[in-house]
């Protein structure tokens, strides 16, 4: 027999990729999502996982449950639901990449608010790969995400896109250049933002043109990540959206890459009609219209 809560667990170390990330996303211990993992090896017959100790990878016969378990996954939801729609308030969950900036999403709320609109609001923030889970497994109804490739050949549209540049102190000799060369950062110490969608980018990109720079501080913070730079500990590159009072923003030379913003809808949702709703086109009316 297979249990609900077996699949879950399978689907957070796919989502997550190890088992203590997933144990985190469920909220159980490493050993009870082991267990629990192990049961539903026995179960089907198969080992799911190849496990070693730098990665964790589907065999062939988990890589045959995988849409098997969303599509379960997802039926539950629904069911739960259906169940719970005789409410007279509704619930839509939001999902927030937590590289968005947090006046965008307060913009949203103030606004939404201002409307009246009686959806019930329930905001999840996380990063790319974990709210993509969330979405497979109906924990969510909607993403706000920085969209790849599958996302605009499966139906989404960018609201807005947008570049990245260097964060710095407003005092800071470089911060009324029009733009900054990488090898004139070579003596400053720097932000580590650990949650940027572009870190590995950004790491290489320094590197391959010999700064390698002192790191004063790592955050998953962005808003500390500003209050760092601002303090004059160190300088970062995050995306053009972020606009604080203290901080100046100037393009990084030939750091040229850039992201479009926009919604992913869980499976389970007819994407056109949610779109419709007062709650989601207030979300788009606030990402469109932050300044950048």
Request: hydrophobic share 50%; charged share 25%.
């Amino acid at each position: 027999m297979i249990d609900r809560y077996h699949l879950r667990y399978f689907l957070a170390v796919v989502d997550t990729g190890n088992f203590s990330r997933a144990a985190a996303a469920c909220n159980v211990s490493q050993p009870t999502l082991s267990v629990g993992i192990a049961k539903l090896e026995k179960a089907l017959g198969h080992p799911l996982f190849n496990r070693t100790n730098r990665r964790v990878a589907l065999t062939q016969a988990g890589a045959r449950l995988l849409d098997h378990a969303r599509t379960i996954e997802s039926g539950f939801a629904a069911a739960e639901r259906a169940v719970a729609g005789a409410a007279a308030t509704r619930t839509v969950r939001i999902g927030v990449l937590s590289t968005i900036p947090r006046t965008t999403i307060e913009a949203f709320l103030v606004d939404r608010r201002s409307r009246g609109n009686g959806d019930r609001i329930e905001i999840v923030e996380g990063q790319d790969r974990d709210l993509r889970g969330r979405l497979a497994r109906g924990r969510i109804d909607v993403a706000l995400l920085a969209l790849r490739d599958a996302d605009v050949s499966a139906g989404a549209s960018a609201i807005v896109s947008e570049g990245y540049s260097l964060a710095l102190p407003i005092a800071h000799p470089l911060a009324g250049r029009a733009i900054v060369a990488a090898e004139e950062l070579a003596n400053d110490a720097m932000i580590v933002r650990r949650h940027c969608e572009l870190l590995s980018q950004t790491s290489r990109f320094f590197t391959a043109r010999g700064v390698r720079p002192f790191f004063a501080a790592r955050t998953t913070s962005d808003d500390k990540a500003l209050a760092h730079v601002r303090a004059g500990l160190g300088i970062t590159v995050m995306p053009d959206r972020f606009r604080e009072s203290g901080v100046a923003r100037v393009p990084l030379d030939a750091f040229d890459f850039v992201r479009a913003l926009g919604l992913v809808f869980a499976p389970h949702h007819d994407a056109a009609a949610m779109a419709r709703s007062p709650t989601i086109a207030a979300l788009v009316a606030a990402v469109a219209a932050t300044e950048t």
